[in-house]
C-alpha cells in the first residue's frame, strides 16, 4: 500500500497498521481526507465529503443518489447525521498501484466534483446570508464567487431585527463533519 501511495505521489499519514489517510488536494474543496483501511479481505476507503444538508434535503439526497449511479468503486453515503462521505469496499486481491491511483482519482473527482452543487443545494440560504453580511460590511467576496447566481441583489439582506445576519461562528462549516458527540 504504501509503494502504491508513493507511486501516486499522493500525501499521507500512517495513523495504525494498515491505516492510512491520504490528503487529496481539490479546486473547489480544499483537501478532501480519504481513510484507507487495510482489513483481512477487503480495503476499505472512507472520505468526508460536506456535513449533512440545513435545507432541501430531498434534492440533495436525489442528486446524491443519481451521480452513485456513475461512480465506480465508491458511491455516496450519509451518516446519522447526514454528513456526506464517499465509501468503498474492494476485495484485496485487485489492490493493485494503479488501482489504489484509479480509486484516489475517483475519490477526488466525485468529492471536489460535487463540492459546490452540494452546498448550493443544502446550504443556499445560509450562502446568501453570508453573501449579504460580507457586501454589508465591505468584506472580500473572492471565495463565494463559484455561488455569484446566491448573490442578493442589495447588499446587506436584512433580518428580522433589521440588520444582516453575521455567519455563526460557533457552527461547523459545511466542509467539516459534526462532532460525534
Keep these: 500500500m504504501e509503494r502504491a501511495l508513493r507511486e ?3 500525501e499521507f499519514e500512517q495513523p495504525g497498521e494498515g ?8 479546486t473547489r474543496k480544499l483537501a478532501t481526507a480519504c481513510s484507507l483501511l487495510l482489513g483481512d479481505h477487503t480495503l476499505s476507503v472512507n472520505a468526508f465529503v ?3 444538508a440545513d435545507e432541501n434535503h430531498e434534492n440533495v439526497y436525489r442528486w446524491l443518489l443519481e451521480r452513485n449511479a ?3 468503486g465508491i458511491a455516496f453515503a450519509i451518516d446519522a447525521h447526514g454528513d456526506v462521505y464517499l465509501v ?3 476485495p484485496l ?5 494503479a488501482e489504489v491511483d484509479r480509486l484516489l482519482g475517483t475519490v477526488l ?3 471536489d466534483g460535487s463540492f459546490n452543487t452540494l452546498l448550493e443545494l443544502g ?3 445560509s450562502i446568501r446570508r453570508e453573501w449579504a453580511w460580507r457586501l454589508k460590511r465591505g468584506e472580500p467576496t473572492f471565495n463565494l464567487a463559484a455561488f455569484e447566481r446566491l448573490r442578493p441583489e442589495e447588499p446587506g439582506e436584512p433580518d428580522e431585527a433589521g440588520e444582516p445576519s453575521a455567519p455563526d461562528p460557533q457552527s461547523p462549516g459545511p466542509d467539516r463533519p459534526r462532532s460525534k458527540d
Excluded: N, W
Excluded at 19 to 26: D, F
Excluded at 93 to 97: H, Q
Design 88 to 90: 468503498g469496499r474492494l
Design 93 to 97: 486481491a485487485s489492490v493493485t498501484a
Design 19 to 26: 491505516h492510512y489517510v491520504v490528503t487529496l488536494p481539490g
Design 109 to 111: 473527482d466525485a468529492a
Design 70 to 72: 456513475r461512480l465506480a
Design 50 to 52: 460536506v456535513r449533512g
Design 123 to 125: 446550504f443556499a440560504t
Design 8 to 10: 501516486a505521489e499522493a
